[in-house]
């Protein structure tokens, strides 16, 4: 008995297989377009975070500007006004850490952690031995602890933007020291009181990575804007004109860490808020 064998020519098989690759081809075309839109859509939304998160830090700083103001002893809470530059005073009511040895918001003195203003019967009296608060705690008339003296700019090191949004806890004479203030302009100090730990050393916190531009605008009300040259001479900026300042304008320029595949290009996110100065 004969049988007959069936199959496909060579000619078929090449066919298939064209179709085959023609398929598989897509198939990956498909997928890499589909993982660049994936990414593209993950720097945004990292971008969109580190933008916010950079200006709710700024935003929650004004707006506890001159908290316990009779810890400023006449100093203005925003201490220093600048286009790309704020330094912001207040005396928190709450604990972060202690005194000494004070070294950084990661390490708390003696009962750091505990909510209360002073340890003295007298929360409104000068931390010094023996009357308040032994332990240089937040709301304890002493400006130094976390977030008490802070200053808000992109990193002086940084030759070209994309730079990191840093906030500088205790920027000792940057432009004028706390202690002695700026006497020229009427700026006052604010002198430590006697017994208690001197103010810390400066050190920088870095908030946002990529940075293109971060400016402030200052105003006395909703329309009247406080003009001078800011940043060019900062002993120009009078006493007045800081304790004028009612409403900061924040606005923030960032940028994603990655080009975008699919557009060669980066993203860009820009904030603007208006924050007013609560504490007057």
């Not at 003195?109 to 929360?123: L, V, W």
């Amino acid at each position: 008995m004969e049988f007959k064998q069936a199959g496909f020519t060579l000619i078929e098989l090449l066919i298939a297989l064209t179709i085959g690759v023609a398929m598989m081809i897509g198939l990956y075309r498909v997928l890499e377009e589909t993982e660049k839109i994936f990414n593209a859509q993950q720097q945004i939304v990292s971008l969109d975070h580190e933008c916010r998160y950079a200006m709710g830090a700024v935003v929650r700083s004004i707006r506890q500007a001159g908290s316990n103001k009779k810890s400023l002893r006449g100093a203005p809470k925003i201490y220093y006004a600048a286009q790309t530059k704020i330094r912001i005073l207040a005396d928190l009511p709450h604990d972060v850490h202690g005194s000494s040895p004070w070294t950084d918001a990661t390490h708390p003195g003696p009962n750091g952690n505990s909510f209360d203003i002073a340890d003295g019967p007298d929360a409104d009296s000068p931390a010094i031995a023996g009357n308040a608060d032994d332990e240089n705690e937040n709301g304890d008339l002493i400006l130094n602890d976390y977030d008490e003296d802070v200053t808000y700019m992109l990193a002086p090191t940084c030759s070209s933007a994309p730079c990191p949004m840093i906030k500088r806890e205790f920027s000792n004479t940057d432009p004028y020291p706390l202690e002695t203030g700026d006497p020229s302009n009427g700026i006052p100090g604010v002198a430590v009181p006697d017994g208690a730990a001197p103010y810390p050393n400066p050190y920088d916190e870095v908030i946002a990575d990529n940075m293109i531009d971060l400016t402030f605008e200052y105003f006395a009300n909703s329309t009247e804007k406080i003009d001078w040259q800011a940043g060019t001479n900062p002993k120009s900026i009078s006493v007045d004109m800081l304790n004028k300042i009612k409403i900061v304008r924040v606005t923030l320029i960032g940028q994603s860490k990655n080009v975008d595949r699919t557009t060669g290009k980066y993203h860009t996110m820009q904030l603007s808020m208006d924050v007013d100065v609560r504490n007057q």
